[in-house]
């Protein structure tokens, strides 16, 4: 048996079934009836026809009308890190609640996406971005191919470049997690980050290297950079040979998330006990079982993509271009368990 292909309701099935001109319905179901002059007995008719016969809005039809399609995009690195996945979670209930839908799109961290990325969001008439940078990739790059779109970016930020950014105390907490392992005893400490030119990696590893350095602290032997393609292979191989007995390692702070799994699980591995042979603050909650509480910088999701959100509102629907820049106060977190 075939199956009948279901009728798409018109805006003037509606106003044939209440008796209204097409335009009343159109008033009612774009929230203008004021603006029309339409009775509330008569808004109230049209919207329980439009429930019952089950009118979907033409989003397309709407955006081309009204210039704004009500859809934002998320562009973010990772969608498998938990701290990605967290922010994509929080923003897109923070959008809905808006009234506003949201495409979330994952880089990689391959540049060579970017580009068509971009090139497809345009096409698709986003009203505007929020972006988590690739990494490794140059300013002047994200300049050539930034469209005339609003955009803002999230956790990770250009020094020199005008746009809108949301991100954490990188510095400040960065100092306050060194100072934590200083105040348990620490002195030999390993720092463990990427090699990367983005400010937010740079901001922790100079509030790393202050702190120690104020503290006649500071081995430069014992920061390691490693490349996010190869991070698993590169962080293993340096915690292999620097936690060697004569190293005298005693303190480890890691620069992200991904790190700070990868560090906890290699050291488990290596039968070293976690906060007795070696201290450990992460940045990010550590999910690995270790049966030991892990400190760590805890960052306010909720707040960045509140912020992030009505930061790129204010730029879709103000014609005013200045960049605006956002800092959130993380925290530290001590006792987990």
């Known amino acids: 048996m075939v199956k009948k292909k279901s009728h798409k309701v018109s805006m003037q099935n509606i106003a044939d079934a209440v008796g209204v001109a097409r335009s009343t319905v159109s008033f009612v179901l774009n929230g203008k ?75 990689g961290e391959k540049q060579e996406r970017l580009a068509p990325i971009i090139t497809m969001l345009t096409n698709r008439q986003v009203d505007g971005i929020i972006m988590v940078p690739v990494s490794g990739i140059e300013e002047g790059k994200i300049e050539q191919i930034n469209p005339d779109i609003p955009m803002v970016f999230i956790d990770r930020y250009f020094k020199t470049l005008n746009t809108s950014r949301v991100c954490i105390n990188n510095y400040e907490v960065s100092k306050m997690a060194t100072q934590l392992l200083i105040r348990k005893g620490c002195k030999r400490i390993v720092f463990i980050s990427y090699r990367e030119s983005l400010m937010h990696l740079q901001d922790r590893k100079r509030g790393f290297v202050d702190t120690l350095s104020a503290n006649h602290l500071l081995d430069e032997s014992l920061i390691c950079e490693v490349d996010y393609h190869n991070r698993q292979v590169e962080t293993v191989e340096f915690l292999k040979k620097i936690l060697e ?64 959100f009505d930061i790129l509102m204010n730029r879709i ?13 993380a925290s530290i977190v001590t006792d987990q368990i």
């Open 33 to 107: 009836e004021k603006e029309g002059r339409i009775s509330k007995e008569i808004a109230q008719k049209v919207q329980a026809a439009a429930k019952a016969m089950n009118y979907q809005i033409n989003e397309l039809a709407r955006s081309l009308r009204t210039g704004s399609s009500n859809t934002i995009a998320l562009v973010i690195a990772d969608i498998s890190d938990p701290f990605f996945g967290t922010l994509a979670y929080y923003l897109q209930e923070y959008a809905e609640s808006k009234g506003y839908a949201m495409i979330i799109i994952n880089t």
């Open 245 to 308: 007995p004569a190293n005298h390692i005693d303190g480890i702070l890691t620069a992200t998330g991904g790190l700070s799994s990868i560090a906890i699980r290699c050291m488990a591995n290596m039968g070293i006990k976690l906060q007795s042979d070696v201290q450990v603050v992460a940045f990010g909650r550590v999910d690995t079982a270790v049966g030991v509480s892990i400190p760590y910088v805890k960052q306010p999701m909720e707040e960045i993509c509140r912020y992030s």
């Open 317 to 329: 629907k103000s014609s005013d271009s200045k960049a605006i820049d956002c800092v959130v106060p």
